[in-house]
């Protein structure tokens, strides 16, 4: 936390990337503050409360407006209600309800400039007081914005602000200035048309200005640019706004910026409101081919007006909108990494209707699907649930198995999960698993499987691991390039079946529940149904997985707890060799000692001699490497992690069947061998002596 002498040391290091000084933070009313002054001065009503500094704001006659903005200077402390997205860094607070006001910089002298202007005067527009204040000083009759929306209030319905709207500007030229970054940001471009629409209609004479961007790739502020020209800044600027294009005379292409972005990874063209894409050519000879518009071209006689597909001129224009690819970041801006559009389109419930409320149709259901299983299963499912939603974009490396009768309300809970995620939601059949093309995975946090059984088709199961725990997820659209984004997809399988999945012995990943009990009364499903559906239901659950559940021991990269529903699953979807092989594994005597003879000790068997065992008389087409792919599933290892090692009888390579811990920690060949040989010898004697009836 910054001292008030810390604050004021850190305003001026901020101004002075500006070109501005301690003078110029005096002339302008800046004034310091910190953490305690700001709590001693409710008047400033800066919420949540850190350092920083006041901006206060002038009106065209230098008369104080009672409006300011206040610039943190260190990150505010958030606690309580957690909303719908992370809180972003905190850059600005200002009055609560205040219109939005023009800011006009007391360096220069506005009154005079507007009642006797120079020949040929002009105005430029900007975002940011800082901005504002050093093109003012460096001689550029500069306004600003304190955002890029801030020339109107649509609370009041003023679609632009009067001290705006009243200045006498008519012969001016009027050139807006944002930030280098602007081609790459959607929102910023929707506001610079809506500005410059705005302002045309009052007959201005509108140019956008185009600021390079750094070598870096950074992006360029209008103080940035002056202060890095130096002792050139005055005629670099005054090169680069001649060069600036007036806004009408391309408004058309300007106005695609507001409905389409070009990626240039798959040289695409993503429409915004529909996030459909098209090959380039795609996009301007058919999708937008209808689009064209008319312009004047040649000059004096022999001017003349021509028809324009906008579509193929926008391809061409150096100032359409790009980025270079597209990702999926739940929680993030639209905007990430100011290269990458985001296709997350935010929850499926208003921020406004998330309030605390009753929840007890949802505690109802729980109770009912986990009736007859242990508390700590519907705490973990429940905190399973809750996880991505307090921190969005999480991917779990486990998933949830409801199986039991038909009609219980297995899925209803996936269904309920469909209102919070919206469009972030999919339903997946098995026959969209086996596509060629997966579509439906754009975009995706949360999928609900109905019956989409693996049965013994190992596959189909090797496939849906992948799905659970993968962090990239390709995606294979028709006619587009493939391209990969971020998985944050978590499924919820449901099904009427108990070996709905073929679930391996040493499986870390399934969460299974039986749901043990027939349906509730037909009033519950119809109560519940109308309660999730509505509005205030919804917000409440919303609110009651956001704020009420509680965290603590879960890891979401961690195994899901075992479970008797899974033992019994992984029963059930056994073949009869895996059975055999779970029996040798959980009772090697059963298995080992069934032929008759004398006991078995041995804990080193090759799979030749395992099979020898399994298929004595070779009755059955399972092969040697069959079972050792059995052996592997149902968790076995090998000695020395399956290298070869000698033995008396030659090089071996011998699975663990007893002592696999004391085993394991043999990591000498030839103690194995030795160990493999001795057992071998001792058992083959004891054979003999049982086959002469001596045992």
């Known amino acids: 936390m910054l001292t008030k002498e810390g604050v004021r040391a850190a305003m001026l290091d901020k101004l002075s990337k500006s070109k501005l000084t301690a003078k110029d933070a005096k002339a302008l009313g800046f004034v310091a503050y910190d953490v305690e002054d700001v709590a001693k001065k409710p008047k400033l009503e800066v ?31 958030y606690s309580g209600f957690r909303g719908l997205i992370p809180q972003d860094e905190r850059r600005y607070s200002q009055p609560r309800g205040a219109r939005p006001r023009v800011y006009f910089s007391p360096l220069w002298p506005w009154k005079e400039f507007f009642s006797n202007p120079k020949e040929d005067p002009v105005l430029f527009i900007t975002e940011g007081e800082l901005k504002a204040n050093c093109a003012c000083k460096l001689g550029f009759p500069t306004i ?58 009052l007959g201005w004479t509108i140019y956008t200005v185009r600021l390079p961007v750094n070598g870096n790739g950074t992006k360029v502020g209008l103080d940035d640019y002056l202060v890095a020209k130096g002792e050139k800044a005055e005629d670099s600027f005054i090169d680069l706004i001649a060069n600036a294009k007036e806004w009408a005379k391309s408004r058309e292409l300007h106005e695609l910026n507001e409905e389409v972005i070009f990626l240039r990874e798959s040289s695409t063209v993503l429409e915004l409101s529909t996030r459909y894409r098209w090959r380039a050519t795609e996009f301007s000879h058919a999708v937008y081919a209808n689009r064209v518009y008319k312009m004047q071209e040649g000059e004096g006689k022999k001017i003349k007006m021509v028809e324009k597909n906008a579509a193929q001129e926008w391809l061409k224009w150096e100032e359409r909108a790009q980025l270079d690819s597209i990702t999926y970041a739940p929680g993030k801006p639209l905007i ?14 208003p921020e406004d209707t998330i309030k605390h409320g009753s929840v007890k149709p949802w505690r109802e259901l729980l109770d009912f699907l986990f009736s007859g299983h242990r508390p700590e299963h519907r705490k973990w499912f429940e905190q399973w649930i809750a996880y991505p939603l307090q921190h969005p974009g999480t991917k779990l490396f486990s998933t949830t198995v409801f199986w039991g009768p038909p009609r219980t309300g297995k899925s209803l809970v996936g269904y309920t999960m469909r209102r919070i995620y919206g469009s972030n939601w999919t339903k997946v059949t098995e026959r969209e698993l086996h ?20 049965g013994d088709k190992r596959a189909v199961a090797d496939a849906l691991k992948d799905l659970i725990t993968q962090e990239e997820l390709r995606i294979n659209p028709k006619h587009i ?52 559906r509505s509005e205030e239901g919804a917000g409440a659950l919303f609110y009651h997985l956001l704020n009420d559940v509680d965290l603590t021991g879960f890891d979401p990269m961690d195994h899901a707890p075992e479970t008797k529903s899974k033992l019994e699953m992984i029963a059930d979807g056994r073949s009869d060799i895996g059975a055999w092989c779970a029996q040798l594994r959980e009772n090697p005597d059963s298995i080992l000692n069934m032929n008759g003879g004398p006991p078995n000790p041995r804990k080193l068997w090759t799979t030749t001699e395992l099979h020898e065992l399994y298929d004595k008389h070779k009755n059955t087409r399972l092969t040697v490497n069959g079972l050792s792919r059995e052996l592997k599933r149902s968790g ?7 290298a070869p090692f000698f033995t008396e009888t030659g090089l071996i390579k011998a699975w663990i069947v007893r002592d696999v811990e004391a085993i394991k920690k043999i990591r000498i060949p030839k103690k194995l061998g030795q160990l493999y040989s001795e057992e071998m010898k001792a058992w083959l004697a004891a054979k003999e002596k049982h086959k002469k009836g001596q045992l």
């Not at 009041?156 to 009243?166: A, C, H, K, T, V």
């Not at 559009?341 to 499926?348: A, E, K, R």
């Not at 596509?435 to 693996?454: D, H, M, R, V, Y």
Request: one cysteine or more.
């Open 481 to 532: 390039k493939q391209y990969t984004v971020p998985d944050c997809i978590n499924w919820l399988f449901t099904s009427n079946h108990c070996d709905a999945f073929f679930l391996e012995d040493t499986d870390k990943r399934f969460f299974v529940i039986e749901v043990k009990n027939q349906p509730m009364d037909r009033d519950f499903y119809r109560n519940y149904d109308k309660w999730y």
């Open 636 to 642: 076995f290892v090998k000695a020395l992690d399956g």
């Open 47 to 77: 919420t949540p409360p850190a350092g920083g500094f006041v901006i206060p704001y002038y009106d065209v006659d230098q008369e104080y407006t009672d409006f300011f903005r206040f610039r943190y200077l260190e990150q505010p402390h």
């Open 435 to 454: 596509a060629s093309f997966n579509e439906w995975a754009e975009c995706k946090q949360f999928a609900l499987g109905e019956e989409i059984t693996g």
């Open 144 to 201: 600003s914005l304190g955002g890029v929306w801030n020339f109107m209030s649509k609370r009041e319905g003023i679609s632009l602000l009067p001290e705006l709207r009243d200045l006498p500007l008519k012969d001016y030229k009027i050139y807006i200035v944002f930030d280098s970054d602007i081609i790459t940001k959607p929102d910023v471009l929707r506001a610079e048309n809506e500005l410059a629409r705005e302002l045309l209609r």
């Open 336 to 349: 990430v990494g100011s290269k990458l559009y985001n296709c997350w389109q935010g929850w499926g419930i």
